[in-house]
């Protein structure tokens, strides 16, 4: 068993669409979780109200009340790849993300993540991830390590102020084996969730997803692509090649949702935050991080 050694915290909504108790609402909101187990983990006190009140299996549902409880898993899948910091002042930290490594807990994770690992090495406890990276792509992730400062850092990202690229390798379709390099595109389209929740598809309607991508190698029927993301839709790079008819190497969810699964750690997504630039809000200077990982051709390894 995994516990998290800090609690998750959850608001309960504003509108009470018929929860009688605490108890009720969590079985309903975790439909994985059962109801028993909610049960004695509130009688073991891993749930209780923000500020440190426990509760019961009786209490009441409370509107827009704040809740605190203690994640855990059965069994915490490991993940045998190291990660780095590659920079870090009194302000941010810059880490290089490995495939496989969630930045944030979720799921069946709860202490093997980016964050936990991060305050492990640091010994600091208020560190906040400023933006997202998949737990299946490898790469660059900003964090920040001080709450004064950490809503310009956001800011960002919300205000577009911040330039990032990425690196993928695809199979090419046969037009483009032997074509002259570079080759380039501007994918522009709308995406929007999809089902189940975790996937998105590009639909009609107004576009809210733009991204550049440059063929830049090819050899044995791969090619080595730089994407620049213009938008932040979930997956937006993952399905900007798909509609190229490249789907990303070893993608799991697209074109075909495959079964859940052990990690397959011989076959990483091959999907890598690559560069992160930008102007630091607070100290006015040119920040540029560049990932030590690399994405390379090899049909051996890659097939």
């Known amino acids: 068993m995994s516990i998290a050694t800090k609690p998750s915290e959850i608001t309960l909504p504003a509108d ?25 983990r509130i009688l073991a006190g891993k749930v209780y109200w923000f500020g440190g009140e426990p509760i019961t299996v009786d209490t009441p549902f409370k509107a827009s009340k704040r809740l605190c409880y203690y994640r855990e ?12 910091i590659l920079y870090q002042d009194e302000h941010i930290l810059v880490a290089d993300k490995p495939h496989f490594l969630p930045v944030t807990p979720g799921g069946e994770y709860v202490n093997e993540c980016l964050l936990a690992r991060l305050k492990r090495d640091t010994g600091l406890e208020d560190i906040v991830p400023v933006h997202r990276l998949d737990r299946d792509t490898a790469g660059l992730v900003l964090f920040s390590v001080n709450a004064d400062s950490r809503p310009a850092y956001y800011q960002l990202f919300s205000q577009a102020k911040i330039s990032k690229s990425y690196q993928a390798v695809a ?30 598809a590009i639909v009609p309607g107004e576009v809210n997803a733009m991204s550049d991508i440059s063929l830049q190698q090819h050899a044995d029927g791969l090619g080595l692509f730089e ?19 490249m789907p990303i ?19 990483p997504l ?9 102007i630091d809000p607070v100290t006015n200077s040119a920040q540029a991080f560049t990932s030590q990982q690399q994405l390379a051709l090899r049909p051996a390894a890659l097939s």
């Not at 009688?20 to 049960?39: G, M, N, Q």
């Not at 697209?254 to 699964?261: A, G, H, I, Q, S």
Request: aromatic share 10%.
């Open 227 to 245: 994407l620049i993301p213009h938008s932040g839709k979930t997956h937006q790079l993952r399905l900007h090649m798909l509609s190229l008819g």
């Open 270 to 278: 091959q999907l890598l935050a690559k560069t992160l630039s930008f």
């Open 73 to 84: 898993v059965t069994k915490e899948p490991v993940i045998p790849f190291s990660h780095s």
């Open 16 to 40: 009470n669409e018929g929860w009688a108790t605490v108890l009720h609402y969590l079985a309903v909101k975790f439909p994985y979780i059962a109801e028993s187990v909610w049960r004695q």
């Open 171 to 200: 199979r090419l379709t046969p037009a483009l084996c032997n074509a002259a390099l570079p080759v380039n595109w501007h994918i522009a389209n709308r995406i929007e969730k999809s089902q189940p929740a975790f996937i998105n």
């Open 249 to 267: 190497l070893h993608d799991n969810y697209y074109p075909v949702l495959l079964p859940k699964r052990p990690p397959q750690f011989d076959k």
